[in-house]
């Protein structure tokens, strides 16, 4: 069995490394075997070289698309739910992703009006004039994103079987509103998607339709996942590692020291988010568009999570929301 392609970490669990058309360039993928059954977890994008490297996968393990008995995906974004149909389509396998998930995905599909985004966007700084020319994520992923309608809506504390294997669900909110780890307790294997990745830390930000504090969410779901015992955390992206509490609470150090950082900024003068980013994050004006973005939502989520906790406050000022410090 190739390495580069497939490696089986516990009986039946098998690693599979699908390719993306951009950074990060790699999304691992996970199946299950056991009792005749077979499960796929996340999907990788809907591309013919992902989808051809997963057939050439499932040849190597014995099997081919058409046999998979259920697709269970952890959160919504593209590179984990994008091929849910076309694998639907030659499996019939039962698909499973948390509710609040694919009403997320919705926001990916062409079409959808972006009126609420340009206003959120106008009010938090970010610069529209550079945004004309920008897709709307339905747009962008038109050709990659392929969803599906769930045959089942998962949530914390289900159990899903596969065979013998008995998958926990965990449901660990913060990267996404409904993101949900997998647990496999006999081995000690946890499937964690985007929630708890070995190199770097996970996008967590304050979007116009979701929830108003992600970034507590995401604390706390870390600090969930550290009370399991686990043998072999599987990321989404990045090696399989083994010591998920000592990650995640690396993860929780970083986010405390840029709390730090941001309240020092809007201690020093009170400001919208997009200039509160640009000196977190070190860019200008000019800087790449998908930069400024992420790291502006990102900026969001940390300035609502401290006017949560009574250390930051927002005033609105014409069109604009400001920080300051209580």
Known sequence: MSDAKVREVAAGVFVVHLPLPMRPTIVNVTLLHSGGEWALVDTGVNTPDSIATLQAALAQVGTTAEHLNKIICTHHHPDHFGAAQPYKELSGAAVYLNRREYEASMHYRPGVRADAAMQFFLQHGIPLHRFAKVPSPGEFWAKLYAPVVP????????????????????????????????????????????????????????????????????????????????????????????????????????????????????????????????????????????????????????????????????????????????
Request: glycine content about 10%; hydrophobic content about 40%; some cysteine.
């Open 151 to 326: 045959d089942h809506f998962i949530d914390d504390g289900d159990v899903i079987r596969v065979g013998e294997l008995e998958i926990e669900v965990i449901g660990t909110p913060g990267h996404t509103p409904g993101h949900c780890v997998l647990y496999l307790r006999h081995p000690g294997v946890m499937i964690v998607g985007d929630h708890l990745l070995p190199k770097i830390t996970p996008h967590v930000g304050l979007f116009p339709s979701g929830p108003p504090n992600p970034l507590a969410d995401f604390l706390e779901s870390l600090r969930k996942v550290q009370r399991v015992d686990v043998n072999q955390v599987l990321p989404a992206h990045g090696g399989v590692f083994a010591d998920h509490r000592h990650r995640a609470g690396q993860i929780i150090q970083h986010h405390r020291c840029r709390l730090e950082e941001i309240l020092d900024i809007v201690r020093r003068q009170p400001r919208t988010a997009y200039e509160v980013a640009s000196l977190a994050f070190g860019f200008d004006d000019d800087g790449p568009i998908t930069v400024q973005f992420p790291a502006t939502f990102e900026t969001l989520a940390h300035l609502e999570l401290l006017r949560s906790r009574g250390q930051a406050a927002r005033d609105e000022i014409g069109d604009r929301m400001i920080y300051r410090a209580s």
